[in-house]
């Protein structure tokens, strides 16, 4: 048996759910002869045998009840009352007790569920066609008999087509009806096939009116479940069960599933009381504006996550599915796939009894405040840029009243994999979208700045568009790195002081803290008289910088930040070298390490080799920048990162130096220099023209020993795994298959490992089948 999102599912069964039941749910009852009930394709031989219909293999179940019904009505109604009145049932029935039932629809005709729930202690059927809703009455199971009941003669049995689109006709609001409840509660599909266009109809994007349905599960059984009929059902918003009916019944009844327990509570203000920084806005508190705005590059606000207008991606099921485990949650994935909006999402819709908090910058002392104020009471926190502060996503994680879900890049989960307990944590990448998503996003873009054709998207082979680049490539506005563009190159020509305001900011942002007002003080220092000449360089800016108000900072300064992570990447990557190199050495040289907050969080992106080698195309004024910050600085990271920059600039000797001296600093034992290390060894001889010399091969062995000493002794080992594999595969494209054999074969042994501990690894499922087409496998 296979439930997909089962943890969810789960929750939903104790919660409150909706059971839509059709022909194949009661197949395990009997009637008084103790023949099995028939599912519609076994009446409809039955009911040609009966009424003498002769050949009737060309007609389906509701045609023959129309002849049926126009020749002999009484005889008809006599015949199904008798077929399927229930006489016994399969006591694992029972098991809908323990379900937290809202409401049963069902287009069979028989008494089975009167049967099932008549000697409850626990829950009793309303007939809501005979008695109308009851509404305070918690015990009541509404039951919704949409084709009549065998118990109910004044009703008439209605199978005929004509009588279902009369039905639907004379009673419409019956209909939506359903549909309302199908959107208030999780529903079960079972034994149904979708055949009936009242219930097609109820279930259609007209009838729900723009609003969205609750979850929607069905059973399948496993000689029903085709690819063909999975993609339907899944095209159409179903969540797949594979199973039968008896397999389903023993699953409700098992252990698996707990005893319904009481409603959950209804929020409360006291959340807001305790945590006004971090609760989950009032959605009549938030200021609007237009959708338009998130669509043109913006970050998500909370006003476009109450709004339904931004489509949710099936990732969001996957990650409301493993909060629903009891596990905390991580969510990795490359640079604008969505996550932070993934984790707004998940912060408004998830129900959860207890406090949920938000928070984009949570420091160790502050987790130690919010453990301190809950006293115990269950809370989730949601936490973007955890790898920034691993020590209170640890503290909060430990807390058994606290469930974590948080969120990063995939690359800073990687650095700090080790520190991660894979027994108490879920992984789940969110990176790739599916073909439906795709088109969900591209379909939510407002009309005004919608190309009339969608447009393919600018991709590496292999690599799966993100979010904002499905986004940017089917608009009609310039793209946000070519506003910018345009922009950056006006204030270097008009304003250079504020060009240095936006990029400072943007760097300090990319290094994931605010910058400070005391920050902006000593960076202007003998540009500006005072602090009112920079408040007027901020205004000027406009709607490029925000205020920053967060748990980063103090409140006796302002501070600021771009108005999204994506706007502050693309000023970096559009501005220009020397106008960056201006700000950095600016920057370092006026700002010291105790103005900027954060400084633990800001160092470890601060001194990036990939940024620097484009501010210092030179490689000497490059050596001379990492040097001065060396003085300052004595980090061996600082070594690491000016090797790596030595290393791209094939200052292959400096680089060595470099990294020897990084090794020797951190006694040898920090991995991550040992495997920059490796890195420098190997790109410097790799495609050395003497590659045949004996010192080539050597330093390239050398290079591999290092890295495979790395998988051995540290916890990340997914990291030095995917730089092994990706250098065997290059070592044989020079030395050919013999040579590079045994680094192969290892390579392919620690992917598969990794494959299992990591099922997240992108860069894994990537190298793990090229490696094994260069091993002829």
Not at 423 to 438: A, G, K, Q
Not at 493 to 506: M, Y
Not at 535 to 560: C, I
Not at 718 to 744: K, S
């Amino acid at each position: 048996m296979q439930v997909e999102n089962e943890h969810t599912f789960r929750k939903s069964l104790t919660e409150g759910v909706n059971l839509f039941l059709g022909s194949g749910f009661p197949v395990l009852a009997e009637d008084e002869d103790g023949n099995a009930l028939p599912t519609g394709g076994e009446l409809g031989a039955e009911l040609a045998d009966e009424f003498s219909l002769g050949d009737a293999s060309a007609l389906d179940l509701s045609q023959m009840c129309t002849i049926i019904q126009h020749t002999d009505p009484r005889g008809l109604r006599a015949y199904l009352t008798k077929r399927f009145s229930v006489k016994r049932f399969d006591r694992r029935y029972k098991a809908l007790e323990r379900c937290r039932v809202e409401t049963i629809f069902t287009t069979n005709i028989d008494d089975l569920l009167y049967k099932v729930f008549e000697r409850s202690t626990e829950r009793y059927l309303n007939d809501l066609d005979s008695r109308g809703p009851a509404h305070s009455d918690r015990t009541a199971v509404d039951l919704v008999t949409l084709h009549g009941c065998v118990r109910d003669q004044h009703r008439p049995l209605t199978f005929a087509t004509l009588d279902l689109a009369a039905a639907f006709r004379s009673d419409p609001d019956r209909w939506h009806s359903l549909t309302e409840r199908i959107q208030r509660y999780p529903t079960l599909f079972w034994g149904y096939g979708m055949g009936d266009p009242g219930t097609q109809e109820a279930l259609s994007g007209v009838t729900v009116r723009g609003r969205k349905h609750h979850d929607k599960w069905i059973v399948l059984r496993p000689s029903d479940a085709s690819p063909a009929a999975v993609q339907y059902f899944k095209a159409v918003g179903f969540q797949i069960i594979r199973a039968d009916t008896a397999r389903m019944l023993d699953y409700l009844a098992s252990d698996e599933v707990a005893a319904a327990p009481a409603p959950l509570p209804p929020p409360t203000a006291a959340t807001r009381e305790l945590f006004p920084e971090e609760a989950v806005p009032d959605i009549a508190a938030v200021p609007s504006r237009p959708i338009m705005e998130f669509y043109l590059g913006d970050a998500p606000q909370w006003c476009d996550i109450f709004s339904g207008r931004l489509h949710q991606t099936e990732h969001f099921s996957r990650v409301r599915d493993s909060i629903n485990s009891g596990k905390h949650t991580i969510v990795i994935g490359l640079p604008a796939c969505g996550k932070t909006t993934l984790l707004m999402q998940a912060a408004a819709e998830i129900p959860y009894a207890g406090h949920k908090l938000v928070s984009g910058g949570l420091t160790p002392e502050k987790a130690r405040l919010v453990r301190s104020r809950l006293r115990g009471a269950n809370a989730m926190v949601f936490i973007d840029n955890f790898t920034d502060s691993m020590d209170a996503f640890e503290l909060l994680a430990a807390e058994p009243n606290v469930l974590v879900a948080a969120f990063d890049r995939d690359y800073n989960f990687q650095m700090l994999l080790h520190r991660i307990d894979s027994e108490r944590c879920n992984v789940l990448d969110v990176t790739e979208l599916s073909r439906p998503d795709i088109q969900a996003i591209l379909a939510a873009i407002p009309q005004q700045i919608k190309r009339r054709e969608d447009r393919p998207f600018r991709t590496s082979p292999g690599v799966q568009p993100s979010v904002f680049e499905i986004i940017e490539s089917n608009i009609t506005q310039p793209t946000l790195e070519q506003r910018w563009a345009t922009v950056l190159r006006g204030l270097h020509e008009q304003a250079p002081n504020l060009l240095s305001l936006v990029l400072v900011c943007s760097y300090v942002h990319g290094c994931r803290t605010p910058v400070s007002m005391d920050m902006l003080i000593a960076f202007f220092r003998d540009i500006v008289k005072d602090h009112n000449e920079i408040y007027a360089m901020v205004d000027e800016a406009g709607a490029t910088l925000s205020e920053y108000v967060g748990p980063l900072v103090d409140e006796e300064q302002d501070h600021y930040v771009p108005r999204s992570t994506t706007v502050a990447e693309a000023i970096i990557r559009r501005a220009s070298d020397s106008a960056l190199r201006a700000v950095l050495q600016r920057f370092h040289t006026n700002v010291t390490p105790y103005r900027i907050c954060r400084f633990d969080v800001f160092r470890r992106r601060g001194y990036d080799a990939d940024l620097m080698v484009r501010a210092f195309p030179e490689w000497q004024a490059g050596r001379v920048f990492y040097e001065q910050i060396h003085a300052r600085d004595g980090s061996p990271y600082i070594l690491q990162q000016g090797a790596l920059y030595l290393s791209r600039k094939k200052r292959h000797r400096e680089a060595f130096q470099w990294i020897d001296t990084a090794v020797l600093d951190s006694g040898g034992q920090i991995w991550s220099i040992r495997n920059s290390h490796a890195i420098i060894l190997f790109e410097a001889n790799i495609e050395h023209p003497d590659h045949d010399s004996e010192t080539v091969r050597r330093t390239l062995h050398q290079s591999m020993q290092i890295l495979a000493r790395c998988y051995e002794s540290d916890r990340r080992r997914v990291f030095h795994a995917i730089r092994f594999a990706d250098q065997a595969l290059r070592y044989r494209n020079v030395y050919g298959h013999d040579a590079a054999r045994r680094y192969l074969e290892r390579a392919r042994g620690w992917l598969i490992n990794e494959a299992q501990a990591s099922p997240w690894s992108r860069g894994v499922r990537y190298l793990l089948p090229r490696v094994e087409r260069a091993l002829g496998m």
